[in-house]
């Protein structure tokens, strides 16, 4: 079951993606998440994303404050990735 979630999620991950590169023609795509979401940390670098920067302690929950990542992937890495079998929708 998990197993399927996982395949589900990185579906929705890489549809956007699919839309970001080749319709809008955009040579980047970037976002941000939270540094205690460790299941969609893992899934982002899945289909390629990579961490380009830490806004450190940047929000703060049940009493803590937690640092935030901006992950970002370009056109040519996820063509590469998406050529993949592994990554492909």
């Known amino acids: 079951m998990y ?3 996982e ?5 929705l991950i ?7 590169f080749n319709e809008m023609n955009l040579p980047k795509a ?5 540094g205690f979401n460790k299941r969609a940390i ?9 961490v380009e920067g830490v806004l450190k302690e940047n929000i703060y929950r049940e009493g803590q ?5 901006i ?5 040519e890495e ?7 079998e592994s990554v492909r929708i």
Do not use: A, C
């Open 65 to 69: 404050y937690h640092d935030e990542l």
């Open 7 to 11: 395949q589900y999620l990185l579906v």
């Open 14 to 20: 890489q549809l956007p993606l699919n839309f970001i």
């Open 30 to 34: 970037s976002l941000l998440t939270y």
């Open 78 to 84: 996820w063509k590469s990735l998406s050529d993949d």
């Open 3 to 5: 197993l399927l979630l």
């Open 42 to 50: 893992r899934s982002y670098e899945k289909v390629g994303f990579k």
């Open 71 to 75: 992950m970002s992937i370009f056109k």
